[in-house]
């Protein structure tokens, strides 16, 4: 059956949608029967009631991880075991690919044409990669004196608490359940509120696929469950990606409870430089208007800012105009539609508020306005506006939304400058033909990841994804995730 949106269509009349918290390998609801709405972004329609967990279901769930980490019953599996259990989960995903798929995008108004050909693919790849690479990585044997032997081995961490943001909720979740769960930890996964049920229906099916009862629970709620679980005298790490604002008052919680690992990946407002000796211009403008137009600019490394050389920018800004039509919002349903519905009313606003103060402060060049608001989602045109100077509230501060700010340089120090001018460091990019340059500019550019005439490439795992600065700490994916979820130990003996 072709996948259009009659198909999708067709397929809400049999989704079944679970909206209770998990706890301990069961389904239940909070104990004083708390809920919250979850409403789609597509047409503000009520998906289902979820369970808004409390200090009880807090209390619960993290003495279900902790037993389950003392115990053994994940943590003293053999590597080789758990990766059969994680690799099973994989497949499970793959069996249920357009139940999640669709999920996802009724539940935080993305494309399906995006949660069908990144999102679930990428989530299901992290996890089968951090399956294969836990049976393939060991400790060392330290050049101790003669009479010694010295081991350095890395041990789970204990109880991890993972905090995932709206923007990505299947992925982000899974770029922190599948290291921390490869490396035996017991995990509490508490997703947004404003996206909540993929992480609910993935942890169903980790189940099912033979994760042991307490190992992986959900807690679904607001900003006071993330607080209970930072201040939580019993849980070891906290696991984060979100705003700068949250990130800061975890470390705080982190600090007056039992000084738990905090792991932050924040917030971005990256650099997409283009020099004048660009040699595919068309390619620059197509990459240019992907990379904050698509997710609704709801990404974290999304190329906000454009710094583009003098002498080609009338060239590169009239290409990217083109390039942005592909993104006018539509039906997240429609295969064809590649940008949706901003996340919620609140975000809509947040957006409009910025396009207002843009207005005002530099160049309205192209969109600005409020789209389909009588279907009851949130539709926001591609925006761009040109700047004068990187010192306006556009240019500085994270919008997330689907908004470009344009600056103009002249030399590569003053472009480098620019990019560096910043708050952050999660990502940047720099378009040229010279090879001397490329290398310059990433040596100085500071930014977590930087891309020489691409940006977004790849989703390879092998590739830590972190920022600089007040981008956080810590990288996800890559075997250097594993370091955030496991503890160093030395082991020395004496022979003699």
Not at 318 to 341: C, F, H, S, W
Not at 342 to 366: K, S
Request: proline share 4%; glycine share 8%; net charge negative.
């Amino acid at each position: 059956m072709t996948k259009d949106l009659a198909y999708w269509r067709s397929l809400i009349q049999k989704l079944t949608i679970e909206g209770r918290a998990l706890i301990d390998g069961e389904m239940c609801s909070a104990s004083d029967g708390r809920q919250f709405e979850c409403l789609s972004p597509i047409d503000g329609r009520l998906l289902t009631d979820v369970t808004w967990a409390g200090a009880s279901e807090v209390d619960r769930a993290v003495a279900a991880a902790r037993r389950s980490f003392t115990a053994g019953v994940w943590a003293g599996k053999n590597p080789r075991q758990r990766k059969v259990i994680l690799q099973r989960w994989a497949d499970l995903l793959e069996q249920h690919f357009d139940e999640l798929a669709l999920l996802e995008t009724l539940d935080a108004g993305k494309p399906i044409a995006d949660t069908a050909t990144v999102d679930l693919p990428s989530s299901v790849g992290c996890l089968r990669w951090f399956a294969e690479v836990i049976d393939k990585v060991g400790g060392e044997v330290a050049p101790a004196d003669h009479h010694l032997v010295g081991l350095v081995t890395r041990e789970p961490i204990g109880v991890v608490a993972a905090i995932v943001p709206w923007n990505y909720p299947l992925l982000m979740a899974v770029w922190k359940l599948a290291p921390s769960l490869a490396a035996g930890n017991s995990v509490i996964l508490k997703p947004s509120e404003k996206s909540p049920l993929t992480a609910i229906r993935i942890a169903q099916l980790a189940i099912e696929a033979g994760l042991p009862a307490g190992v992986l629970n959900v807690l679904p709620g607001a900003g006071d469950v993330g607080k209970l679980l930072a201040l939580h005298q019993d849980i070891d790490c906290v696991a984060f990606t979100g705003s700068g604002a949250v990130g800061r008052q975890l470390m705080q919680y982190a600090a007056q409870s039992n000084m738990k690992r905090v792991w932050l990946e924040l917030g971005g407002k990256s650099a997409n430089i283009v020099m004048d000796d660009c040699a595919d211009l068309e390619r620059a403008a197509r990459t240019a208007a992907s990379v904050i137009f698509s997710n609704m600019g709801e990404i974290c490394s999304a190329g906000s800012r454009l710094l583009v050389h003098r002498g080609i920018k009338e060239k590169l800004l009239a290409r990217i105009q083109e390039a942005a039509v592909k993104y006018i919002p539509g039906n997240p349903l429609d295969p064809t539609v590649a940008m949706g519905a901003i996340i919620d009313q609140i975000q809509l606003d947040r957006v409009l508020d910025y396009i207002n103060v843009g207005v005002q402060e530099a160049t309205l060049l192209m969109g600005g306005r409020r789209m389909h608001a009588s279907t009851g989602g949130y539709y926001v045109e591609p925006t761009i506006f040109e700047s004068s100077t990187g010192k306006t509230r556009i240019a500085r501060e994270e919008i997330f939304g689907p908004v470009l700010t344009v600056l103009t340089f002249d030399t590569l120090d003053e472009a480098i400058e620019l990019a560096n001018d910043s708050d952050y460091g999660l990502g940047a990019a720099i378009w040229t033909s010279n090879l001397t340059i490329a290398h310059d500019a990433a040596r100085r550019l500071r930014a977590g990841t930087v891309w020489v005439n691409c940006y977004e490439e790849t989703n390879d795992m092998n590739f830590p994804f972190g920022g600089f600065k007040q981008s956080g700490n810590g990288r996800d994916n890559s075997i250097h995730a594993l370091e955030k979820y496991t503890e160093l130990k030395s082991t020395i003996i004496r022979l003699r």
